[in-house]
């Protein structure tokens, strides 16, 4: 795979926001170095962590040596949106004639055929916005009842046209989507609780762009040992439905809080139905308590309770 030397030629940019992951980064740039493609691409990483830099000085010194297109820089202002928004505005300035910006997280790798697939999804089906798959690898031996949460899981089915995608650890987002977004892309209101990705999907939605889940384009990513157990899984549940309430806040119009505070109510209720139908049905506590959950997080919000589980501590 031959690179051009500056970004003339440059088709689709990948951009990777990272924090205090610079071995797990290493693997992500591996497995975009190894990308079988018919197209000049180039790499854009932005480190968050403003006191020690380490996975810039570890995307610097790769992606020099095997001569790939890339701009690495650090984003000092903490918080995922603000990583991302600079990856996003970086990637559009550098590299003019991008047609596609495409994401993957510092924890995950891509399959040699990602990149291809991903941009022969919006070219093929003239698909402003491209999702697929993340399939997840767990650093340790999980039960059933872990691997099998809905939070582990992603669209089903063959690559089609969806309302939607949820999350950007997986994405290609056209450049022209960018021109007609105001800046900053992902809303900082969520840049310690999660959710960006999913508040700006919901906006493209509602401009009216088109969305496609590509199946063959595939990421793995990799699960900690300390997200693998039923405490986490819980408490991400509770935040799931927490950003699901912040965005309904967003984007109800007018009387906007009543709309909502009714749309928690019976999601309360038939989060109870649905969790216990999946009691019955798996005999999995884990799993089944993710609706019930939910329903009981989108009340948060409206109490003033929001987690900020991005914040550093330090």
């Known amino acids: 795979m031959n690179q051009p030397t500056s970004g003339a030629a440059i088709e689709a940019v990948v951009c990777i926001p990272t924090f205090r992951r610079p071995e797990w980064l290493r693997g992500t740039l591996l497995s975009l170095l190894a990308q079988k493609i018919d197209f000049p691409f180039a790499v854009v990483v932005i480190d968050n962590d403003g006191v020690n830099p380490a996975g810039a000085a570890v ?5 020099s040596e095997h001569g790939i297109a890339h701009a690495v820089d650090v984003e000092r202002k903490q918080g995922n949106c603000h990583a991302i928004n600079a990856a996003f505005r970086l990637a559009l300035e550098r590299y003019p004639s991008a047609r596609y910006l495409l994401m993957i997280d510092d924890d995950e790798t891509a399959g040699d055929a990602w990149l291809q697939n991903m941009v022969d999804a919006a ?4 698909a402003d916005i491209v999702g697929g798959p993340v399939i997840r690898t767990f650093e340790t ?16 089915g063959e690559s089609r046209a969806v309302s939607m995608i949820h999350g950007s650890g997986n994405c290609l987002i056209g450049r022209h989507v960018f021109e007609r977004m105001p800046f900053p892309f992902f809303d900082l209101r969520f840049n310690f609780l999660g959710g960006g990705d999913m508040e700006f999907f919901t906006r493209c939605r509602l401009a009216g762009y088109r969305f496609w889940w590509c199946a063959e384009a595939v990421i793995h990513e990799t699960v900690p040992a300390d997200r693998a157990n039923a405490r986490w899984l819980m408490t991400r549940s509770i935040r799931t439905g927490s950003i699901n309430c912040v965005i309904d806040r967003l984007h109800m119009g007018v009387f906007a809080t009543p ?32 609706p019930l959950l939910m329903s009981v997080g989108r009340m948060a919000p409206l109490l003033g309770l929001l987690p900020k589980p991005y914040e550093a501590k330090s």
């Not at 995307?59 to 992606?63: C, D, R, S, Y």
Request: net charge positive; with cysteine; charged share 10%.
């Open 59 to 63: 995307a610097g010194q790769l992606l």
């Open 259 to 290: 709309k909502v505070i009714v749309k928690n109510l019976v999601s309360l209720g038939l989060g109870m139905v649905r969790s216990l139908l999946i009691l019955v049905s798996t005999g999995q506590l884990v799993p089944a308590t993710h």
């Open 123 to 126: 070219r093929m089906n003239e």
């Open 141 to 156: 031996a999980a039960p059933a009842a872990i691997r099998n949460h809905s939070l582990f899981g992603c669209i089903d």
